[in-house]
């Protein structure tokens, strides 16, 4: 198994409530049982304050890395990406498990 994991900062003077970061958000927490390589898929915003913290993270899993390559090639998870990078820069992390 492979979990990718995604941490999200929002562009300075971007802010959550913004209509397009919130229709970002929806987009990502519908992509559950839509891509079907995601064996596990959550995503939240966070809760804490810290100057260093990340605004938004996504926690999925996929079986192998054929399996990482088909979701990240998927026409609905590019879509959603396209969104995000009209307003936010991301971080990733891949590892066996």
């Known amino acids: 198994m492979i ?3 995604v941490l999200f900062k929002l562009n300075e003077g ?10 970002g958000a929806k987009a990502f927490a519908e992509l559950e049982g839509v891509i079907p390589e995601l064996t596990f898929w959550e995503c939240a ?9 990340y605004d938004f ?4 899993a996929v079986a192998d ?4 390559a088909r979701y990240l090639e998927h026409p609905a998870h590019q879509a959603v990406a396209a969104q995000w990078r009209e307003f936010a820069t991301w971080v990733i992390a ?4």
């Open 3 to 5: 979990r990718h994991l």
């Open 14 to 23: 971007v802010t959550r409530d913004e209509e397009r970061v919130a229709a």
């Open 45 to 53: 915003w966070n809760i804490t304050e810290r100057p260093i913290a």
């Open 57 to 60: 993270a996504i926690n999925s």
């Open 65 to 68: 890395r054929d399996a990482l």
């Open 94 to 97: 891949d590892y066996e498990f």
